[in-house]
């Protein structure tokens, strides 16, 4: 490796292009006074990012307390998006950070494999006591990528151990977002994520998505129209027959691609067509799980209950990064049955239910339970919904899309540059304090589920105005 990195005098010469602007010039504090400590924009690859756009012109966060952010220059940011769909109980809550810490000062690290400590049980427990159904044993991860890949491992061995070692296609749908990792990329349908990388799975295929504006403009909830959309499924089993086919993995609601509301009675077709042909259903709980829909997960929400279930974000409040796939109990013993001393599942991560992780999780879990926070977010879904339909006819509102807490605004693209209005909006909300999440040309509002009333109409009140001022 020696070589590898440039000395000090020789990357302050490469990086004469890179933009002057320090972050230390953002945040008034002395800059670095040692060479090996270099404290500027540069090193850091910022994660789906124009990184030479955002580095000239940084927007930094350096503070957050419940509803808010407050940027490195002191400006105050309402937060419209729950960090990442994340942050479900608000930011910096006493309670987590203190769990942590105390984590942290009690074992910061127990070996997970062959080994593991109590609260990963504890933790367990709960969520098995939480998830519907019989969605009762869970794999801890550390995303919801890593999620999404554990579940598709999981149902890949589960048919091989069952016999059934021909299946081994997946079906994802267009505009599903699944992280970012190869199997993830591969049945998600986001077409910017993939097209740069090309080696996808084999023998993935997808559905269409469900997202329609001659039906379903405007809809309110679950549209009425589009559950025939699932009858493709029936079409992929019959071309590829349901032999080859592990599993079905969908968002129950998709978030990425701009909130897209499964219209009524498409769940359910898809899990009655799954039941017939063998095929495991893999709900990627990853954004609506914890509360998001005002029901502790989409699934309980929708009243359909798959077979695997992601989730990640909400389960730890953002804190730590935590994820973890739910498995009915039928999947879980299929594995039970070979010899004790056999490891069951060739999978795991080395940070597969950290401690810290897990203190956060269970501080978390209480928060919502104490604060009835998901019974909150759906007392909270009227008002919500009102207030975001109150945008219609607003300029280039084409769309405007609700359920729980959570919409979806969708603006008309401009011809030949499209998400640059959105991401103007983006900008202009910024600039009268509120941060919105922008995916294209679709605003995706998901705010922390302790909003209040009045949070709701300032977000769309400084939303309204930003749309005005946007041509
Ligand atoms: N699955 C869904 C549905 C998501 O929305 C996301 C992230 O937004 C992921 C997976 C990936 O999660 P992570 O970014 O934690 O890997």
């Given at each position: 490796m020696s070589g590898a990195k440039t000395s000090t005098a020789d990357s302050s010469k490469n990086r004469d292009k890179s933009p002057k602007k320090t972050i230390a010039a953002q945040t008034q504090r002395a800059p670095s006074q040692s060479a090996t400590a270099r404290n500027d924009l540069e090193a850091y690859w910022v994660p789906f990012t124009p990184n030479r756009q955002f580095k000239a012109a940084p927007r930094l966060i350096a503070k957050a307390k419940?509803?808010?952010y407050e940027m490195t220059d002191g400006r105050k940011l309402?937060d419209?998006s729950?960090g990442l769909w994340c942050v479900?109980?608000?930011h910096c809550?006493?309670?987590?950070a203190?769990?942590i810490?105390?984590?942290a000062?009690?074992?910061d690290y ?31 991860t550390n995303s919801g990528s890593e999620?999404?890949e ?27 977002y699944?992280g970012v990792n190869f199997?993830g990329i591969?049945?998600?349908?986001i077409?910017g994520n993939r097209k740069q990388f090309g080696n ?56 990425s ?55 990640a974000k909400?389960?730890s409040?953002g804190a730590v990064p935590m994820g ?25 991560y080395t940070y597969?239910?950290h401690?810290l992780a897990?203190?956060a ?58 998400g640059t209005?959105?991401f103007?909006?983006f900008l202009?909300?910024q600039k009268?304090?509120?941060l919105i999440r922008v995916t ?32």
């Amino acid at each position: 490796m020696s070589g590898a990195k440039t000395s000090t005098a020789d990357s302050s010469k490469n990086r004469d292009k890179s933009p002057k602007k320090t972050i230390a010039a953002q945040t008034q504090r002395a800059p670095s006074q040692s060479a090996t400590a270099r404290n500027d924009l540069e090193a850091y690859w910022v994660p789906f990012t124009p990184n030479r756009q955002f580095k000239a012109a940084p927007r930094l966060i350096a503070k957050a307390k419940d509803m808010h952010y407050e940027m490195t220059d002191g400006r105050k940011l309402l937060d419209g998006s729950a960090g990442l769909w994340c942050v479900n109980a608000g930011h910096c809550r006493d309670e987590i950070a203190d769990a942590i810490a105390a984590q942290a000062h009690e074992m910061d690290y127990a070996t997970a494999f062959q080994m593991s400590h109590p609260k990963a049980f504890e933790l367990a427990s709960r969520l098995a006591g939480m998830a519907p159904g019989d969605l009762d044993h869970v794999f801890f991860t550390n995303s919801g990528s890593e999620s999404v890949e554990t579940a598709l491992k999981i149902a890949l061995a589960y048919h091989k151990i069952r016999g059934e070692g021909s299946r081994t296609r997946f079906i994802g749908r267009e505009r599903g977002y699944h992280g970012v990792n190869f199997g993830g990329i591969s049945v998600g349908g986001i077409v910017g994520n993939r097209k740069q990388f090309g080696n996808m799975l084999n023998g993935v295929d997808h559905l269409p998505h469900t997202h329609n504006l001659e039906h379903n403009a405007f809809s309110r909830g679950q549209p009425a129209w589009g559950a025939h959309l699932a009858d493709a499924l029936e079409s992929l089993v019959t071309l590829h027959d349901a032999s080859t086919i592990a599993a079905v993995i969908v968002e129950p609601m998709a978030g990425s691609t701009g909130v897209l509301v499964p219209p009524q009675g498409y769940l359910e077709k898809l899990r009655a067509i799954c039941d017939k042909h063998g095929i495991l259903l893999i709900f990627d709980e990853v954004i609506t799980g914890f509360g998001r829909l005002g029901a502790s997960f989409a699934a309980d929400y929708f009243g359909v209950i798959p077979d695997l279930m992601t989730m990640a974000k909400g389960i730890s409040n953002g804190a730590v990064p935590m994820g973890g796939v739910m498995v009915r109990k039928g999947v879980y013993d299929a594995f039970m049955n070979g010899p004790e001393g056999t490891i069951e599942l060739f999978h795991g991560y080395t940070y597969s239910a950290h401690p810290l992780a897990c203190a956060a999780a269970l501080a978390t879990l209480d928060i919502y339970e104490r604060d009835n926070l998901f019974q909150r977010a759906a007392d909270l879904s009227g008002p919500w919904e009102e207030a975001a339909h109150a945008l219609r006819g607003l300029p280039n509102v084409i769309d405007i899309r609700n359920i729980g807490l959570v919409a979806g605004i969708e603006l008309a693209p401009r011809p030949g540059a499209p998400g640059t209005r959105a991401f103007d909006v983006f900008l202009e909300c910024q600039k009268r304090g509120l941060l919105i999440r922008v995916t294209g040309d679709i605003i995706a509002l998901s705010p922390p589920l302790i909003v209040s009333q009045a949070q709701i109409e300032e977000i769309f009140g400084i939303l309204a105005e930003a749309l005005r001022s946007v041509a």
